[in-house]
């Protein structure tokens, strides 16, 4: 039976570029924020997560960067970042540049990966100008990254301040890109916990446009509920 794994949760440090590394273990990679660490424990043979608290897209550059040479063993990258970035109330021209720096870096770390960036759910505690920074940012993220879809808001829990996901949202979360994934054929799943999507709708994802199957994948979350 495959081992049950744990999100990697990385120190919370002031100095981030000098005190976070990474180490790539898994041809299935996952970095991000402090959320990740809220994923509950998975089987996965093939999957790594690091969840690095507080970090932004620049961190998250820094930290691909400082890698000795590029690694070909890597097949698919999720960046799981951006909130920070939006909290930070960062203007769009520096989302936007973050985060083609980003992608540039990814592309060079990783030469041989899928790298994939999801979109941000927003939590209605957030003020008028943080929504409007995060729609800001998740259109700059379909426009220019291959994107993985937000959860739906009605399954998007927080621990009470609108940022840290419960360990539910977080399973539900993985889930979700899991199973968008698997709709490209870019992810192989060890264990398979709820139905899935029927090959007539993979079809009708792989021969849509970028924003037809963003659509697409807010009408599947309710197609294909996970338990």
Known sequence: QTPVQQPLRHINSNRKASDWHIRIRKPQVILGDSNLSKIPSFRDENLQIDSFPGANMDHLNELMRKLVKPDITVKVLILSVGLNNCHNRNQEATLKKCLLKLLKQAESSFPC???????????????????????????????????????????????????????????????????????????????????????????????????????????????????
Not at 175 to 199: A, F, K, M
């Open 113 to 227: 990966a899928s790298v994939h960036i999801p979109l941000l759910n927003i939590h209605t505690s957030f003020d008028r100008v943080q929504q409007a920074s995060i729609r800001g940012f998740n259109e700059l993220v379909v426009q220019k990254a291959r994107f993985l879809s937000e959860i739906s808001p009605l399954r998007f829990q927080t621990q009470g301040d609108g940022v840290h996901w419960t360990p539910s949202t977080a399973r539900q979360i993985l889930e979700h890109w899991r199973d968008q994934l698997n709709c490209w054929g870019e992810y192989r799943v060890i264990r398979l916990p709820s139905p899935r999507i029927q090959t007539s709708l993979t079809s009708a994802l792989l021969s849509a446009s970028p924003l037809s199957s963003r659509n697409f994948w807010r009408e599947a979350s309710h197609m294909s509920p996970l338990h």
